[in-house]
């Protein structure tokens, strides 16, 4: 069992140290974490975050020694990741008279993942506050930070951020605030947040917006350390490393088409592009020289491959100028494939198998998710018919998404 620590007046840390080596997004943590629960023991007593679920009997029998678990008035789940939910189930069986605070879209995944249907929920949103007897809760939606439904809470008497994943470090610790910590945690902290932050660093500016008028003493987050020396430095790391770093980039947007609407969509791209500042060039391969587009080819970071779908495959050109992209240097390129179709859609997938067989990264929908999580990122880029409000929507994401990647100084 963990020792039960202060942080400020009736606000205890409840977590639980896991100093084993920790199985975490196909890597293997090998300083292990914490989970960082807390306990605000106010006149409406509120718990922020839970413990993974393994250990959710000893994080419940702990917690009952220090409080009768049926006073608890709210749970806060800032992010439904089951390393912080995991203990939901055990701790609301128990707390029974407790409300779940959390965003709009964890409602009905906390209901889901620990049945909670007949749970009552209290749904915030950003900048709401929520009077827990004695202190505020504010809260500040984080969406992509670094999921969906994430979300940090402030206690403004305190003037302590819990940010749940952000400003987190994977170290199993005994210290527990970053002033007491043996060895030095930058390292740990900036490896934490490229592995995890970093490929959302568009949401942390927004985040970092966000918080920068808030006063903040100390961050209590649900990984490694609570920071309480040198707090603005871990702001400004984040705020650093997450601003986009001056690029000569350039996307490459090939297409065939024939009614027109893979074309439509390359322009799309192009405009899309530059609302990112960055450079972009639209060639249609049907009226260009094969050694033109070659030439663009060397020159771009990101390139897409369209064509419309005829009888089941591409058309014009472009098999051509797929089967020429294997004699070129491509390594460090991204590749993507898209196009307009009616029915299948065969050709963009062919353009996606002839560019996996290069030394091109083609970007996938599977990748997306198995790096960042995010799902509503697609590709190939598939738009039925003509562009519509729905698919300039998609097309915006995709755009965002490699834009990310190009301006991305790591
Ligand atoms: Fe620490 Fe996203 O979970």
């Not at 994943?165 to 199993?172: G, L, R």
């Amino acid at each position: 069992m963990e020792k039960n620590i202060m942080l400020n007046e009736n606000i205890f840390w409840i977590g639980k140290i896991d100093d084993r080596d920790v199985p975490f997004h196909r890597l293997t943590l090998t300083k292990g974490t914490t989970y960082n629960s807390y306990l605000l023991n106010t006149e409406k007593p509120t718990v922020i975050d839970t413990v993974d679920i393994s250990f959710g009997k000893e994080f419940v029998d702990n917690l009952e020694n220090i409080i009768e678990l049926d006073k608890i008035k709210y749970i806060v789940i800032n992010h439904t990741e089951p390393d912080h939910s995991g203990s939901l189930r055990s701790l609301a069986s128990k707390a029974k008279n407790a409300v779940i605070v959390c965003t709009k879209p964890a409602v009905n995944e906390l209901k889901e993942m620990y049945k909670l249907h007949d749970r009552e929920f209290l749904i915030v949103r950003d900048g709401d506050t929520l009077d827990i007897g004695g202190k505020t809760l504010k809260f500040i939606e984080t969406p992509y930070l670094h999921t969906e439904e994430t979300m940090i809470t402030y206690c403004e008497e305190d003037k302590i951020l819990f940010p749940c994943d952000i400003f987190s470090t994977h170290v199993a610790n005994y210290e527990y605030f970053n002033d007491l910590a043996k060895e030095d945690i930058i390292g740990d902290f900036i490896g934490y947040y490229k592995l995890i932050m970093h490929p959302h660093r568009r949401y942390v500016q927004n985040m970092i917006e966000k918080i920068e008028d808030l006063d903040i003493k100390m961050i209590a987050p649900s990984h490694g350390f609570v920071l309480r020396e040198n707090v603005q430095s871990f702001i400004d790391i984040y705020d650093n490393m997450s601003k986009n770093a001056e690029t000569s980039k350039k996307a490459l947007i090939l297409y065939s088409t024939m009614t027109g609407n893979t074309k439509k969509i390359a322009d799309i791209l192009k405009e899309k592009f530059e609302e990112q500042n960055i450079a972009s060039k639209v060639i249609n391969v049907n009226k260009t020289p094969k050694e033109e587009v070659i030439a663009a080819i060397n020159e771009a970071d990101a390139i897409f491959f369209g064509s419309s779908t005829k009888y089941g495959d591409m058309i014009g050109n472009m098999e051509d100028i797929l089967k020429n992209l294997k004699s070129l240097d491509l390594e460090s390129k991204l590749g993507v494939a898209f196009g307009s179709f009616g029915w299948s859609g065969e050709s963009i997938e062919v353009v996606q198998d002839y560019l996996n067989e290069t030394d091109l990264k083609v970007l996938s929908t599977s990748d997306v998710i198995k790096s960042t999580g995010m799902i509503d990122v697609e590709f190939p880029l598939r738009i039925r018919f003509s562009p519509n409000e729905d698919s300039l929507i998609k097309i915006e994401r995709s755009v965002t998404y490699i834009s990310d990647l190009l301006l991305s100084g790591i």
